[in-house]
């Protein structure tokens, strides 16, 4: 059982239909705050910092994503791999999902944590399903199987690089 984010961090709704890459990465960004290892980034912060490599409507690409991702104030290490790969991989600190969600539109963004058995705590930000008239969306924290993840031929796997834990396996800097 991993830590409980729920208690230290409110979920972080989408400002706009295509903006949960922008309301995960912030979210996650406030969790690696928690322990000193990123500083926070606010989803406006994200939205307007990156808007070059969103496409019409704010949708971002896979490698879009990756970009946003691998930049030098972010630094997750995003990795693209086959949805069966998840059932086998043990998430014990916040981890971006990106996946296939028809309820959302197609392709979506959320932070897992928390993994009891084959469930993760998620933080999704495409809630409630009907937006305010501004299109905001307040977010919500779900628990769901990682099964729900496996709707597409490859899903979006960020995790905080190993050379970033202070008591992983790489020696300190």
């Not at 059982?1 to 706009?16: A, F, I, K, T, V």
């Not at 406030?30 to 969103?54: C, H, K, P």
């Not at 028809?102 to 993994?115: L, R, S």
Request: hydrophobic share 35%.
């Amino acid at each position: 059982m991993g830590y409980d984010y729920r208690n230290r961090l409110s979920p972080e709704g989408q400002q706009h239909s295509n903006a949960c890459w922008a309301a995960s990465i912030s979210w996650w960004l406030s969790a690696m705050a928690l322990m000193g290892r990123r500083i926070r980034y606010s989803q406006t912060e994200l939205l307007a910092d990156f808007n070059s490599v969103t496409v019409v409507g704010g949708k971002v690409s896979p490698m879009g994503i990756k970009k946003v991702c691998e930049s030098t104030r972010i630094r997750i290490d995003m990795k693209f791999i086959p949805p069966a790969t998840l059932k086998d991989t043990q998430i014990d600190s916040p981890c971006l999902i990106v996946f296939n969600y028809p309820t959302a539109g197609g392709t979506h963004m959320n932070v897992i944590f928390d993994q009891q058995g084959n469930t993760v705590m998620c933080m999704e930000p495409f809630y409630p399903i009907k937006a305010s008239e501004t299109g905001e969306r307040k977010g919500t924290y779900v628990r769901r199987p990682l099964s729900f993840f496996a709707n597409s031929p490859e899903i979006g796997f960020g995790t905080l690089p190993l050379s970033d834990y202070r008591w992983g396996t790489e020696e300190p800097h």
